[in-house]
Nanobody, 124 residues
């Protein structure tokens, strides 16, 4: 059983930065999803086990950066130039695959393990 634990959420102003972290051990591909009030959970970013292959949703491309440190068993999501529409609960996810299926990373059902989520609120 894989246990994922997110940290780093909080309340910031538009234009600010925030860094989320997810603690996870094992040879997994990792991803971040988010869910805003009244909306479905949506894909944000993903990274393969090596850290060389990264995927981003169009809405965050150029503003968010996913990275991982396998020695520390951590996956981070650096969020810059935050907007009020980035407000959501952010979830860390994992799938038992070194290299995720690129066409499926956006699918919530593709990911096997989930964290409890961390709230990110961006005020205007």
């Amino acid at each position: 059983q894989v246990q994922l634990e997110e940290s780093g959420g909080g309340l910031v102003q538009a234009g600010d930065s925030l860094r989320l972290s997810c603690a996870a051990s094992g040879r997994y591909s990792m991803g971040w999803f988010r869910q805003a009030p009244g909306k479905e959970r949506e894909f944000v970013a993903a990274i393969d086990w090596s850290g060389n292959k990264k995927y981003y949703a169009d809405s965050v491309k150029g503003r968010f950066t996913i990275s991982r440190d396998n020695a520390k068993n951590m996956v981070d999501l650096q969020m810059d130039s935050l907007k009020p529409e980035d407000t959501a609960v952010y979830y860390c996810a994992a799938v038992l695959s070194l290299w995720p299926q690129s066409q499926r990373v956006v699918e919530e059902a593709y990911w096997t393990y989930w964290g409890q989520g961390t709230q990110v609120t961006v005020s205007s």
